[in-house]
């Protein structure tokens, strides 16, 4: 975890002198590149020792380290957000710290991401004679994107947002068959049933949800796309965004595995689209190219 995450994911539980050096670096992150411990304390109003408890807060051993590691993040170019939004921010504020944020999550979960269970989930999706997607709530909606783009590729594919259909699936899973469940949490009880079940039945399950969460437990393999960020306003977007670019790794992967028979079949789905359009002229088609979306 960033130095900048690890303080805001442990904002609440700082004292409130402590809070303040930590609102200063929130809201300007490459200031620990320009000043000094003794600066920072006096521009938070705290003592030296209030500084130093933060940076223990945060996971390093002392001022030093926690500068180091800021000056490597901000040179990395990740985006950082300014500040929460706030009732007062208007129209060009809110905008700049949704995107932002957007930017920085997926960032943050690109770079924490397990790439063996990355390959691992497109291994096991390459190979397998169906593919079951679920997700309930927003986490639907991410599972249906994921239906859409797997059901272009020679993989018979099934998507679930109704409780009904979602048992009746689990239960006929077989082998060798996955199921692929996104929810954020990984905490809903009927998921986390869906998960077992299909476990039970012999299938494999993928979740693409938090790593610690109870569904992990009954996922083969899980794919982190959870944040850090608690502000609940615009959370939604960002762990959608995660969830969403996840999905589009996961099916890059099985059409690179799968080889060029592939690409002739999601081009002619691609000709099939086309067919449906006004005004268009030269395509990718056309001259010869295509590609996973």
């Given at each position: 975890m960033s130095v900048l995450d690890s303080i805001r994911s442990g904002y609440d539980g700082l004292r409130k002198s402590e809070q303040k050096v930590a609102d200063l670096i929130l809201a300007d992150p490459s200031v620990l590149g320009r000043i000094n411990m003794v600066s920072l304390a006096e521009q938070a109003g705290v003592s030296q020792p209030t500084v130093a408890r933060l940076c223990k807060q945060v996971g390093c051993s002392g001022f030093t380290e926690m500068k180091l590691r800021m000056v490597q993040e901000v040179a990395a170019g990740a985006p950082f957000v300014p500040s929460h939004v706030d009732f007062r921010d208007d129209a060009k504020q809110l905008t700049n710290k949704i995107f932002t944020m957007a930017a920085s999550t997926l960032l943050s979960v690109r770079d924490s991401l397990d790439i063996e269970s990355v390959e691992r989930a497109g291994m096991m999706l390459a190979a397998a004679p169906r593919i079951e997607f679920f997700g309930c709530g927003t986490s639907g909606v991410v599972a249906q994107d994921a239906y859409h783009r797997f059901c272009r590729l020679d993989i018979r594919c099934g998507f679930h947002q109704d409780s009904v259909m979602?048992?009746?699936?689990?239960?006929?899973?077989?082998?060798?068959?996955?199921?692929?469940?996104?929810?954020?949490?990984?905490?809903?009880?009927?998921?986390?049933?869906?998960?077992?079940?299909?476990?039970?039945?012999?299938?494999?399950?993928?979740?693409?949800?938090?790593?610690?969460?109870?569904?992990?437990?009954?996922?083969?393999?899980?794919?982190?796309?959870?944040?850090?960020?608690?502000?609940?306003?615009?959370?939604?977007?960002?762990?959608?965004l995660a969830q969403l670019a996840i999905v589009d790794v996961l099916a890059a992967s099985v059409f690179l595995k799968r080889g060029e028979s592939e690409g002739r079949r999601l081009q002619a789905v691609k000709q099939a689209v086309r067919s449906t359009r006004l005004g268009e002229t030269t395509t990718k088609e056309e001259n010869g190219e295509t590609d996973v979306g």
């Open positions: 979602q048992s009746v699936a689990s239960s006929t899973l077989g082998a060798d068959e996955v199921a692929v469940i996104v929810s954020y949490t990984g905490r809903t009880r009927s998921t986390v049933e869906l998960a077992r079940v299909c476990r039970e039945m012999g299938g494999s399950v993928i979740g693409i949800t938090a790593e610690a969460s109870p569904l992990a437990k009954y996922c083969d393999v899980v794919l982190d796309a959870r944040i850090t960020e608690d502000a609940e306003i615009y959370l939604p977007t960002s762990s959608r």
